[in-house]
């Protein structure tokens, strides 16, 4: 809905998330009052969410891209307290979901170019004989490199394989 309504263009909270340090409520982000409509078809379709009142607590800039925790309900606590104590859990999550996004890579078994290769070409819907042709390898040489990644990557399956590296972004699809 946000997408298909085009809200990104009036969404003034997601804008001032971009550029805020410091947690803040729906109500503290200014907003262009020559947009005044389309912020208020935006709030309506929140308070239709069950999203009428919120918070945005910034929890840094991960590849340069700022991330946030946003909680929202109809009447939410947004006392001081309680927003030092969103802070404080929304920094926390998100510490553990960088830590968890690092032990991907760390604990990632280490598949040879052409392992990740033969997978991401797998993901892409290429049988054997299609990869073999594509990289000028054999059917069975395929089909090798596809069996040896699936044991590293603790697979049954060149199938589950293939969703294993794209979890651990060993390759891209």
């Known amino acids: 809905?946000?997408?298909?309504?085009?809200f990104y263009l009036d969404d003034h909270i997601c804008t001032h998330a971009r550029a805020a340090l410091e947690p803040f409520?729906?109500?503290?982000a200014p907003y262009n009052q020559a947009q005044a409509r389309g912020h208020q078809r935006f709030m309506q379709a929140l308070r239709s969410h069950g999203m009428a009142e919120g918070a945005i607590i910034p929890v840094g800039r991960s590849a340069n891209v700022p991330a946030c925790v946003w909680l929202a309900g109809e009447d939410p606590e947004l006392h001081d307290?309680?927003?030092?104590?969103?802070?404080?859990?929304?920094?926390?999550?998100?510490?553990?979901?960088?830590?968890?996004?690092?032990?991907?890579h760390e604990n990632s078994p280490l598949l040879t170019a052409r392992e990740r290769e033969v997978l991401a070409w797998a993901a892409q819907?290429?049988?054997?004989?299609?990869?073999?042709?594509?990289?000028?390898?054999a059917k069975r040489t395929v089909d090798e490199h596809a069996q040896i990644a699936a044991?590293?990557?603790?697979?049954?399956?060149?199938?589950?394989?293939?969703?294993?590296?794209l979890l651990k972004q060993l390759i891209e699809f």
């Open 1 to 6: 809905m946000y997408i298909h309504e085009q």
């Open 25 to 28: 409520r729906y109500s503290d």
């Open 81 to 104: 307290d309680a927003m030092q104590a969103i802070q404080l859990t929304g920094l926390f999550a998100a510490s553990k979901a960088s830590a968890l996004s690092l032990s991907l």
């Open 125 to 137: 819907g290429k049988s054997s004989w299609e990869i073999g042709q594509i990289l000028n390898i």
């Open 151 to 165: 044991r590293k990557l603790g697979a049954a399956n060149r199938t589950q394989a293939v969703a294993l590296a």
